[in-house]
């Protein structure tokens, strides 16, 4: 955050030229925001922060060299205490977790207007989360969505043969494993499916993949 009466320090990076320049224009009447520093990919753009320290770089997504997702984990790595904020054209889920998980501070689209832009910058310098409001309805979705479901091989092996009609005792002589170890594989599998029963469990499992071969 810069001293009190001192404009937010910031560097715009885009590989395209017109739209870096509409960015540019877009602050540069904005009094308390200064673009110091531009960049064309994600490489040069590590350079550009390293060199400027500025207190907001503002990112592109997609670009050569370098692209921002790279560049955001390098700039926020790095020595200088710069923000990073995603100003792209693409909301996918895998664009924005990419982006999140790299230390990225928000993650704004390129219709945002220029008073959102602006006080995007602001909030991004204070440390404060920005992000635009199909980003952010993203996201929560990407929180409320349950956890992958993951089978271990004995599992899958102890399931497969509950799905080619064996019993307990049989599928112990198959595995070369107790019974009583069977039972426990198989309730673990039940807890993990959320089933009570091996045939929902089969079918779950063969629903979701889970059973390689089968389905």
């Given at each position: 955050m810069p001293a009190a009466h001192e404009p937010i320090r910031v560097v715009v990076v885009d590989d395209h030229t017109v739209m870096r320049a509409g960015v540019v224009a877009l602050l540069a009447p904005v009094p308390d925001i200064a673009v110091v520093g531009e960049a064309a990919d994600g490489r040069a753009a590590v350079g550009v922060v390293e060199r400027l320290a500025p207190d907001v770089a503002l990112v592109d997504l997609r670009m050569p060299v370098m692209d921002g997702v790279e560049a955001t984990a390098a700039i926020t790595a790095g020595p200088a205490p710069t923000r990073v904020l995603i100003l792209t054209t693409y909301d996918t889920d895998v664009e924005i977790e990419r982006a999140v998980e790299a230390g990225a501070i928000g993650y704004l689209l390129k219709d945002t207007t220029a008073e959102q832009l602006a006080e995007a910058v602001r909030s991004a310098a204070?440390?404060?989360?920005?992000?635009?409001?199909?980003?952010?309805?993203?996201?929560?979705?990407?929180?409320?969505?349950?956890?992958?479901?993951?089978?271990?091989?004995?599992?899958?092996?102890?399931?497969?043969?509950?799905?080619?009609?064996?019993?307990?005792?049989?599928?112990?002589?198959?595995?070369?494993i107790a019974e009583a170890t069977v039972k426990t594989h198989l309730l673990r599998v039940f807890a993990k499916l959320d089933v009570s029963d091996r045939t929902r469990a089969v079918v779950v499992a063969m629903e979701r993949g889970l059973l390689p071969g089968r389905g």
């Amino acid at each position: 955050m810069p001293a009190a009466h001192e404009p937010i320090r910031v560097v715009v990076v885009d590989d395209h030229t017109v739209m870096r320049a509409g960015v540019v224009a877009l602050l540069a009447p904005v009094p308390d925001i200064a673009v110091v520093g531009e960049a064309a990919d994600g490489r040069a753009a590590v350079g550009v922060v390293e060199r400027l320290a500025p207190d907001v770089a503002l990112v592109d997504l997609r670009m050569p060299v370098m692209d921002g997702v790279e560049a955001t984990a390098a700039i926020t790595a790095g020595p200088a205490p710069t923000r990073v904020l995603i100003l792209t054209t693409y909301d996918t889920d895998v664009e924005i977790e990419r982006a999140v998980e790299a230390g990225a501070i928000g993650y704004l689209l390129k219709d945002t207007t220029a008073e959102q832009l602006a006080e995007a910058v602001r909030s991004a310098a204070r440390g404060e989360t920005v992000l635009a409001p199909r980003v952010a309805e993203r996201l929560v979705a990407l929180m409320r969505r349950p956890a992958p479901v993951v089978l271990t091989s004995r599992e899958q092996d102890v399931l497969g043969a509950v799905a080619d009609g064996l019993s307990n005792a049989e599928i112990g002589r198959r595995l070369v494993i107790a019974e009583a170890t069977v039972k426990t594989h198989l309730l673990r599998v039940f807890a993990k499916l959320d089933v009570s029963d091996r045939t929902r469990a089969v079918v779950v499992a063969m629903e979701r993949g889970l059973l390689p071969g089968r389905g």
